[in-house]
């Protein structure tokens, strides 16, 4: 008698299945995200956890983000500059700079600062967890795992991100009227009264409205990876580089979304 095999798998069986199982996925990152936030309404909340994660995601942060944004107010002075000069108008330096930061790289450049520094963080500790079975130890004992590892981060992460964007921005202008001040010598008093002046209601509001977004993305995203984690220590490395990836992706898809919506709710 003949020797039968098996049928390969068809491709459109083979897409349909790799569908499926992203759709599953986003409906449990959907489902935990959710409880992280419902967590807050019912008791026990563990404040003291979140204040730990706090300092570690807010004060730790701190040096890299106003390294990098001094920096940036450096580099866009210099661009910026070089454009403006060209039709006498390098005093309106300021208020490109000014809007630059606030409306849009503030926000973007120090979510995926904090997302490089705190999402890899958090996912490869939640991971080792899972793989430790302390998670499990958890569940044994009557805790929730979801309520006292994950809903502290997100809050924390929420509470932090504005107030480092926030630093972010000062510490951009201030190293844009410093560079400001040695190519084009423009006074201090002069570049800080534009760029104040530059600034309206509506870019303060997407300045400290797309940082919650994003904190809750990161925050989300790296706590799902973390817990999700399976196949030893290779797949804590591997939620660690998906919470980083796919947390940076995010903040740039939802910037692009955010960004239209203020533009057509705010500026009209």
Known sequence: ???????????PTLFGDVVKRQVLAVQDYTLLASRSLMNLVTPPV???????????????????????????????VINTASQLQR???????????????????????TAILVTGRNAS???????????????DAMR??????????MTPRVVAMIAMLPLLVAVADFGGLFGGSIV??????????????RAMKALEFGDIVQGLTKPI??????????????????GGTQGVGRA???AVVISCLSILISDFFLSKLFLNVLYK
Do not use: H
């Not at 563990?46 to 580099?75: C, H, N, R």
């Open 46 to 76: 563990y404040w003291k956890d979140t204040i730990e994660q706090m300092d570690l995601i807010g004060v730790g942060s701190l040096p890299i983000v106003i390294i990098a944004s001094v920096f940036i107010g450096g580099v866009l």
């Open 213 to 230: 977004i994003f904190a809750f993305l990161i925050a989300t995203i790296a706590c799902n990876e973390g817990l999700r984690v399976k």
């Open 1 to 11: 008698m003949p020797e039968t095999s098996e049928n390969p798998p068809l491709l």
């Open 180 to 193: 400001a001040y040695l190519t084009l010598g423009l006074g201090n008093v002069e570049f800080w009264t």
């Open 121 to 135: 963080s958090i996912a490869s500790e939640l991971g080792s967890m899972v793989v430790t079975e302390q998670v």
């Open 87 to 109: 039709f006498g108008m390098a005093q309106l330096t300021g208020d490109g700079v000014s809007l630059a930061l606030v409306r849009e790289l503030g926000p973007t450049i």
């Open 140 to 149: 044994a004992l009557g805790t929730d795992p979801i309520r006292k590892l």
């Open 240 to 242: 660690t580089i998906s």
